[in-house]
């Protein structure tokens, strides 16, 4: 590797490892209807406000070996995790994106980073909020207007109308069938989102994959039937797939027919 892109490619790491700290921040308050700037971050439980050298990305949680500084109660894993994830999201996307900093690079680093946050939350809490799913919608249609762009204004517009009601139908349809809630409001919104920010054939891909994987893992769980798991983190999966190795997976699948 080049010195100059050793460089970059440390630099990604290290701003994407910031960011996910602030992420982390996002995932802990959203969810609480708390503000993302009122106060300094602190310890939920004992209240004491972070020192700057507890809170280094990634290195903190290893030298604090995961635990509070004063109170010793257990720090939730994700502050490790999602921080080390958003490194390698920023890397990743930089690689997938042919190495230049182009708009679909920061398209996708805004999209995916939301993705992250979204996959988190709906794991701890069940929901995805309308504040980050919402925004996504508009500015997967916003973004059409920005040259360069990988998908149309129409194509964002129908695909997203399109997993809208998708999701819409065969969460109705499951309810009628079963009694349960199978797709909330949330899934369908993050859909439709997936939609306007990725085109047809991503929405197509992500719809397919996440509904095949979600599949899978429930045969594989069977014994905990009674337990739902929530779907969005299917869904951020597979959009995350497509997008940074869908090109890769199309052209050995065409090359399986010698195309
Ligand atoms: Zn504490």
Redesign the pocket.
Known sequence: MVPELFIIYLFLFLFGASFGSFFNVCISRIPRGISLVTRAS???????NIKPWHNIPIISYLALRG???????RINPHYFWVETVTAFLFMLLFWRFGETFNWLFFKYLIFFSALLIVFVIDLQHGIIPDVISLPLILLGIGSTFVPGNDVTFLSALTSGATGFGLFLLVGYAFEKLTGKEGMGGGDIKLIAAVGTFMGFAGLLFTVLFSSFSAVILMMLIRHQREKIFPYGPFIVVAAFVYEVFGNIIIARYLGLFGL
Not at 42 to 48: A, D, I
Not at 67 to 73: A, E, G, I, R, V
């Open positions: 602190h310890c939920p439980v004992c209240g004491t635990k509070c500084h004063s109170c010793h109660t």
